[in-house]
């Protein structure tokens, strides 16, 4: 996925707006001239952490209030309005784990759908210390545990798995040797 | 990711319906008895297709008027109101390409994005013929090519490439021969 897939262009005027989504539409000019109305939505960014704990990574079960699955996932959530998404990746990591990090890297930065003005940012957070208690709001069900960096790849495979904009690069590191050595040396040093 | 993931529920109400997104929103009891509005949005389904040639594949480069770059897809498009999902993908790939087949198999069925109600159906369509001449709207401009089967698989390493719902499965392909060989010979007898 390419970053910056579906800007809203300036011109755009907002039409409606909910408690998650905006809804934005202009006047397009087609290929032969003629015009339609486009639409294209807008949505609080969303950032997740990859986050290292001596030799393995931390990951979670989530439950939400409208399904009865729990989903594995990796910390994350929704940025505020006006946070940086790298604070957004520190007040959730706090928040659903108690976990911190003194040492923040960005992974990936993917617009992953079309016709959604949205990004999502992928954080990488070495030598996570547990220094507080988790604080999950009425909104979800959280457990967190410690995983090998092979049984996170395996996550993969897991169709309940929460965190699909990372699934193609976790395959890619299992056909490829070097890549998974590379991330595995960038994760734990 | 699992089928059905994200429906709306029954006592939803539409709170906005745009040209291509309606809005839905209800009271979501929390897990500590308070409540919030949820929102969640439905768009029309999608359709796309693997379509054989021989022993190749059919491929396009697609634009669209709001972009100026060009798109490897699978012909494809979105359900019409009413329109059975198969019926849309024959009829979205004679208009996009001019072929047809007799031999038609659903391979996948999606949900690909969270808190939106939208299904992606891929298809497999065997041994296609050209029978027609393609009718493009004013909204896209497409060219058709043939590739082989392992050129397909390598477009899952395009980041331009328009079909992200199936890159999870063409990259297991290529992690795992007997997977491989298995859909290879599902698509070409």
């Given at each position: 996925m390419s970053t910056r897939r579906n800007p809203i262009p300036e011109h755009a005027r907002m039409v409606f707006k909910g408690v998650l989504f905006e809804v934005w539409?202009?006047?397009?000019?087609?290929?032969?001239?003629?015009?339609?109305?486009?639409?294209?939505?807008?949505?609080?960014?969303?950032?997740q952490v990859v986050a290292t704990v001596?030799?393995?990574?931390?990951?979670?079960d989530e439950r939400q209030p409208d399904s009865s699955r729990a989903f594995p996932s990796i910390p994350g959530g929704r940025a505020d309005e006006g946070e940086a998404?790298?604070?957004?990746?520190?007040?959730?990591?706090?928040e659903e784990t108690g976990y911190s990090s003194e040492d923040w890297e960005l992974w990936k930065e993917e617009n992953p759908v079309g016709k959604?003005?949205?990004?999502?940012?992928?954080?990488?957070a070495r030598n996570c210390k547990k220094t507080g208690e988790p604080h999950t709001d009425a909104g979800e069900k959280i457990s967190s545990k410690l995983v090998?960096?092979?049984?996170f790849l395996a996550l993969a495979d897991d169709s309940n798995f929460y965190s699909p904009e990372i699934?193609?690069?976790m395959l890619r590191m299992r056909i490829d040797t070097a890549r998974r050595e590379e991330f595995k040396n960038r994760l734990f040093g």
């Amino acid at each position: 996925m390419s970053t910056r897939r579906n800007p809203i262009p300036e011109h755009a005027r907002m039409v409606f707006k909910g408690v998650l989504f905006e809804v934005w539409q202009w006047e397009q000019e087609m290929f032969d001239g003629s015009k339609q109305t486009f639409e294209r939505l807008r949505r609080p960014n969303t950032v997740q952490v990859v986050a290292t704990v001596g030799d393995e990574i931390l990951i979670q079960d989530e439950r939400q209030p409208d399904s009865s699955r729990a989903f594995p996932s990796i910390p994350g959530g929704r940025a505020d309005e006006g946070e940086a998404p790298l604070e957004s990746a520190k007040r959730e990591m706090m928040e659903e784990t108690g976990y911190s990090s003194e040492d923040w890297e960005l992974w990936k930065e993917e617009n992953p759908v079309g016709k959604i003005q949205w990004t999502v940012y992928t954080y990488i957070a070495r030598n996570c210390k547990k220094t507080g208690e988790p604080h999950t709001d009425a909104g979800e069900k959280i457990s967190s545990k410690l995983v090998s960096f092979n049984e996170f790849l395996a996550l993969a495979d897991d169709s309940n798995f929460y965190s699909p904009e990372i699934v193609p690069e976790m395959l890619r590191m299992r056909i490829d040797t070097a890549r998974r050595e590379e991330f595995k040396n960038r994760l734990f040093g």
